[in-house]
């Protein structure tokens, strides 16, 4: 699978002094993790779902002040989703380990049937308990009618507790009519005013609090876009 990062954003955003999570205590070299990580749980591939994720994980990570190398990373479930439910599924368990590891985890998912996406939770479900456990998350439900406006906090929100993540703000709600550039611009710079900083609290704590890291295999290079 083609590997590709999203590119970091030209803003220099806020100085917080964060950065991705330390190395192996061994002393080998191994690649550094990205700090944030996006996952899309869209089944189409190349989403309006995902490129609203992306732009949503790149101003963040300038918010918080993350090291923009390595940039954010994106996993697009509907790349491997024929994989997430078959009995050997090699490609979902890298793309675990990737989403495990995030200091931020964005979880993107459209409304469907009023709640997340069914491939979302089948990939959510390959975890058992507290498996996200240490991860910041920032849900993000993509919706074409306003009447589902609660659909992240009724229903994903509760998912990523479940899991052991850690919330801190309420869900990023989008309508189809706020995809465009400006508009998603503006939608998520309104939702960071009120979410900026329980969300830098939160993650500040979670860097302070992880000592250790994940080494990186080289099937996690292709499931990261």
């Known amino acids: 699978m083609t590997q590709h990062q999203t590119p970091p954003s030209d ?6 002094g964060l950065d991705t999570r330390p190395g192996p205590a061994d002393g080998a070299s191994h690649p550094p993790r990205p700090a944030v990580v996006t996952l899309v749980g869209n089944p189409r591939p190349g ?27 994106t996993i ?11 009995p050997v599924h090699p490609r979902a368990d890298a793309a675990r380990e990737v989403v495990a590891g995030a200091t931020v985890l ?12 069914g491939l979302l939770k089948a990939f959510l479900d390959l975890y058992g308990p507290d ?3 240490g991860v910041v998350a920032v849900p993000v439900v993509v919706s074409g009618n306003p009447a589902h ?3 992240g906090e009724v229903h994903l929100r509760p998912l990523l507790v ?27 710079d309104a939702w960071l005013d009120r979410a900026g900083g329980p969300l830098l ?17 080289p099937e996690l290079a292709e499931v990261t876009r």
Do not use: F
Not at 11 to 16: K, L, Q, V, W, Y
Not at 47 to 73: F, N
Not at 106 to 115: E, L, M, N, Q
């Open 106 to 117: 964005v979880v993107a998912t459209p409304v469907y049937k009023g709640s997340y996406t």
């Open 162 to 188: 479940e899991l052991g993540a850690t919330v801190p703000a309420r869900t990023l709600t989008l309508l189809d009519s706020q995809l465009g550039e400006a508009e998603l611009a503006s939608a998520v």
């Open 11 to 16: 803003s220099a955003g806020t100085d917080s």
């Open 131 to 133: 498996g996200l456990a």
């Open 47 to 73: 989403s309006r779902t995902l490129s609203a994720a992306q732009a949503v994980a790149t101003r963040v990570t300038d918010h918080l002040g993350l090291a923009a190398t390595p940039p954010p990373a």
């Open 149 to 151: 406006a609660l659909a």
């Open 76 to 86: 697009d479930l509907a790349e491997i989703a024929a994989e997430v439910l078959a």
């Open 201 to 217: 609290r939160a993650a500040s704590a979670a860097v302070g609090q992880d000592a250790t890291t994940h080494q990186t295999a």
